[in-house]
């Protein structure tokens, strides 16, 4: 794997992050709203037990959103909170700036080509012979 892809993968992971968390806090949010409806109907209303057993139902069920949706979070606020210490504009522009470094380095490399600076292949293989090679290959 080239330096370039690691680079551009933490990036997408950062930026994953990111959408991932605000989504999840969001979705925690209205599963406590969600929540506290459903309570507010058990508490206040005298339902008969179909009704009482739909809502727990509903109940268990937002609060296993609830719960995946914490989960989410609390996986990526470790990366939130390095970013946040360290100025997520400012990491993900200087790593943005070390990706298209490193993209370059690589296109030199992969483009690399040698000019000959002296006979000595000439001398070993024969005048004219030792020309055309690159990079130890017989260039097309």
Same mark, same amino acid.
């Given at each position: 794997? %080239?330096?370039?892809?690691?680079?551009?993968?933490?990036?997408?992971?950062?930026?994953?992050?990111?959408?991932?968390?605000?989504?999840?806090?969001? %979705?925690?949010?209205?599963? #406590?709203?969600?929540?506290?409806?459903?309570?507010?109907?058990?508490?206040?209303?005298?339902?008969?037990?179909?009704?009482?057993?739909?809502?727990?139902?509903?109940?268990?069920?937002?609060?296993?959103?609830?719960?995946?949706?914490?989960?989410?979070?609390?996986?990526?606020?470790?990366?939130?909170?390095?970013?946040?210490?360290?100025?997520? %504009?400012?990491?993900?522009?200087?790593?943005?700036?070390?990706?298209? #470094?490193?993209?370059?380095?690589?296109?030199?490399?992969?483009?690399?080509?040698?000019?000959?600076?002296? #006979?000595?292949?000439?001398?070993?293989?024969?005048?004219?012979?030792?020309?055309?090679?690159?990079?130890?290959?017989?260039?097309?």
């Amino acid at each position: 794997m %080239k330096g370039s892809e690691s680079i551009s993968g933490f990036l997408k992971f950062l930026r994953e992050c990111e959408e991932g968390y605000g989504m999840a806090k969001d %979705k925690e949010g209205e599963t #406590d709203r969600e929540t506290q409806d459903i309570l507010h109907r058990l508490e206040l209303c005298d339902d008969g037990h179909d009704d009482t057993a739909r809502l727990a139902v509903a109940l268990r069920e937002v609060r296993r959103e609830r719960r995946m949706a914490k989960d989410r979070c609390a996986e990526a606020e470790p990366v939130i909170c390095w970013l946040q210490r360290h100025g997520s %504009k400012e990491a993900v522009k200087s790593l943005e700036q070390l990706l298209g #470094d490193v993209r370059k380095a690589e296109a030199r490399v992969e483009n690399r080509g040698y000019v000959e600076k002296t #006979d000595i292949l000439d001398k070993v293989f024969g005048k004219g012979r030792g020309r055309g090679w690159e990079g130890g290959r017989k260039a097309p």
